[in-house]
Structures are given as structure tokens and as C-alpha cells.
């Protein structure tokens, strides 16, 4: 199951009931630890009503969502529809009300031994090589893109602007396919299909079926036989396109131009777009049918003012692609201009800005100043970030909604600086102080202050 023995803790709870708990899990092989100081991994949170502790504790053991933490409810009073989604947005992954269930310990030991094959994916190379990031955004993508790959055999959409990476998700998916027999995925690319020539590109055509065709010719169905057919751009298909293509798609099964004989095909369908296909289809834009069709599963991939967090190790990356033996460091003056620049094309850019920044770089030191292609310099009078780009709306008002007070956030704020810091310094803690602002000492006294927030208190075992 789990790499690492799972955790319990439980707030507000008569411990008794807890520990019963516990020891049902234990007989579906799920074994339980009782969580000490702030110690990570995946856990079991029990409870019977809510409270800022309660939503606090979530926000702290789920790292901001990015480890697993199942919420079990023990009293109906606590599970009431609105308290489900403020348990969510506090960090819980699910909520399961444990009375309501008579499988409930086999309910939580299976989300568990889910999570943990989900999770082992998502650490292999085969995902880490490929899509890098450990920002909770794209941790949040990647699981259900994962997910959706491996335990199921759903169309799925893929949402994203232009430069995120959204071939490379439907790359992944056709990898992770657990189909035995499983053949090619085939790549069409509907902006480059014409009307005229649509049922070539789709279904293939016969000989002699219009003029040029001097030999049959197999289309995009026919070779996706057995494998993934992935429809990149597919929002820009005009309708009469579109109607053709919906026909094929439900009955799998199409004729050559020219033809009259019908042949079956079995595929995975895949499907790309930049538009908000969803606005598309409410000013009649795209067929309706189709999109309910296509999107079995819609996974939206955040572009990369979304995902801040990701830049620098994606710029080291991809300079470590265009010719480095190793990861390369950046000295500080790069990589505040690297974080301070805006990417309009998303991924795409920010690749190919460490392509010609790699172009100039020698020896095996860090990328320097005079390494950056002189037009990515800043003017004179502006080698300080847009702070004003930066907003932390979005957390804070997530924070707000769960009930957390300005203090708590501004706990909560520091001890995520602190993590990033040292993270991106790969520990060293003289680096992270530096960027921090504050002296070696000063960072060891908060890094331990942040390792102990606030947990259940004795008050809580009712």
C-alpha cells in the first residue's frame, strides 16, 4: 500500500472512538501511526464537529494540499453539505462520514491504497523527466492526469493555453495506458485539416475516390486501430467538421471516402484545445454533443503565472537539456530576472529563453548575468521584480472562507516562505536566509517555530 505507514489524528474527538476506529482500519491492512510533531505524509483526520483548530490542523498536515489527508467524520452534526466543501479548500483530499457506511473501514483503506499507486506514478521518472514541477497546482494536475491514465479508459479533454504542455500530458496518458495490447497514439492536428480533405485526413480514402488519389490510404481512425488518437487544437474544427467527426466517434466506426464498406476501430480519444470550449459551446460555437462526447474527463493545465513556483526548476531544466551535465545554479541577479519576467507563452518561452541563455554559458559554474541574451536585460531602473504581479488573493481568500484569522495567516504565510526557501536552496539555509532577508540564526529559530503549529489540544477530547 502506502510507501510510508499512514498517520492518525483526531480533533474534537472522544479518543475511545477514534482508537476504535483506528483498530477497525487495521484489520483492512491499512496500519495506522499516531502523528507526532509536524511530520508528513499522507493521514487519517478524525473528527466530530468543526473549528478553526480543525481547519487550521488541515491547512498544516495537508502542506497546503499537497500530501494526502482523508477527514473522517464520526457525527452527523459535522458533516452537514457546506462544512464538506470548507473541509476541502482547508486542505482535506475527501470527507467520508463514517456512520453512513457499513464498508467505511474498507472505503478509507481502498482511497489510501489508490492514493499510494497514484502518488508512486507520479514520483516515476517516466512523469518526473517529462513534466517538471512540484508546485501544488501541477502536483494537483499531474495526479489526475495519472489517475485518469491508468484506472480508466475515459475520452479526455485537455484544456490550456498555448506553450503549457498539453501534448506532452496526452503523451503521458497513451504512456500510462494499461491496456496489455495496447498499439500507437496517433497525433492529428485539426487546424491543419481543411474541409476539402477532412475525410481523407479522418477516415482515409480509396482509390480513385477524388482526383490525386492514386492509391488507398488509411486516415486517422484506421491508424489509431488499438491505440490513442489524439485531436490536438481540436476546438478549431469548423462545425460541419465537427458533425462528421461526432458520428464516428460514437458509433467507432467509419467508411473511406469512396468507399462503401464500414470498419470498425477501437481507440482512446484524446483531445486538445486552447479555446474555452465550454464558452464555445454556449454562443453555438462547438456542438454540444461533441464536447459531452470528448470531455470524459477534462483536465485544465494552468499556465505558468499559475504555477510561479515551477519557473526555476524548469528554467534549470531546460538548461540542463540544451547542453549541461548538470542541473546549472543561477546566481541571484538571474534568477530574480527569470522570476520577475512575464511568460505569454506560457512553458514554450520560458524553454526557449534558457535555450539561448545556454547558448552563451560556459563551464560548469552557475548561469551569470552576462549569460542572458542581451535583449532579455533589464533596462536601466528596472532590475526590481513587478511585485505588483504578484497576488496572494486567491490563498487568502481560501483561508478566509475556512475560517482562518489574520495571525493564522500570517503563520501560515511565513512557514510556506520558509519551505519554499529552503526547498529551491536544496537545504542549504544560509541561501534560503539570504533570499529570506533575515540572518541564519534568526531563519533556524523560525524553521523551528513553523515545525510546531498548533494541534489538537486536550480540550478537543470530548
Known sequence: MCAASPW???????????????????????????????????????????????????????NDGLERVLAVSLDPEASRVDAVWELLAAGAS???????????????????????????????????KNLVGTSRAWRALLRQVVEVARFSQSPVLILGESGTGKELIARLIHALDARQDKRDLVVLDCTTVVSELAGSEFFGHERGAF???????????????????????????????????????????????????????????????????????????????????????????PPLRERPEDIVELFRHFAQASGSDQLPDLDDPVRQLVLARS?????????????????????????????????ERPKQGDTEPDRSALSFDLPIRIALSCGVGLKEIGRLAASSAIRIAVGEANGNLQVAARRLGVTDRALQIRRAGASRPPGPSAENYQ
Open 8 to 62: 492518525y489524528e483526531f480533533v474534537g474527538v472522544d479518543r475511545s472512538r477514534a482508537t476504535e476506529r483506528v483498530a477497525a482500519l487495521r484489520t483492512e491492512g491499512l496500519f495506522l501511526e499516531h502523528r507526532s510533531g509536524n511530520g508528513r505524509g499522507p493521514g487519517v483526520l478524525f473528527f466530530s464537529r468543526l473549528s478553526p483548530e480543525l481547519r487550521s490542523f488541515l491547512h498544516e498536515a495537508s
Open 94 to 128: 475527501d470527507v467520508i462520514e463514517w456512520y453512513r457506511s457499513p464498508t467505511a473501514a474498507a472505503d478509507v483503506a481502498a482511497r489510501f491504497e489508490r492514493w499510494s499507486a497514484v502518488d508512486e506514478l507520479v514520483a516515476s521518472p517516466i512523469v518526473q
Open 211 to 301: 482526383t490525386g488519389a492514386m492509391s488507398p490510404r488509411d486516415g486517422a481512425f484506421a491508424r489509431a486501430d488499438g491505440g490513442t488518437l489524439f485531436l490536438d487544437e481540436i476546438g478549431d474544427l469548423p462545425l460541419p467538421l465537427q458533425a462528421q467527426l461526432l458520428r464516428a466517434v460514437q458509433e467507432q466506426t467509419y467508411k473511406r471516402v469512396g468507399g462503401n464498406t464500414w470498419h470498425a476501430t477501437r481507440f482512446r480519444l484524446l483531445c486538445a484545445t486552447h479555446r474555452p470550449l465550454r464558452d464555445d459551446v454556449d454562443a453555438g460555437a462547438f456542438r454540444a454533443d461533441l464536447y459531452y462526447r470528448i470531455g470524459g474527463v477534462v483536465c485544465r493545465v
Open 343 to 375: 511568460y505569454p507563452g506560457n512553458v514554450r518561452e520560458l524553454q526557449q529563453l534558457a535555450r539561448r541563455t545556454m547558448c552563451r554559458h560556459v563551464g560548469a559554474g552557475p548561469i551569470t548575468v552576462g549569460d542572458v541574451p542581451d535583449d
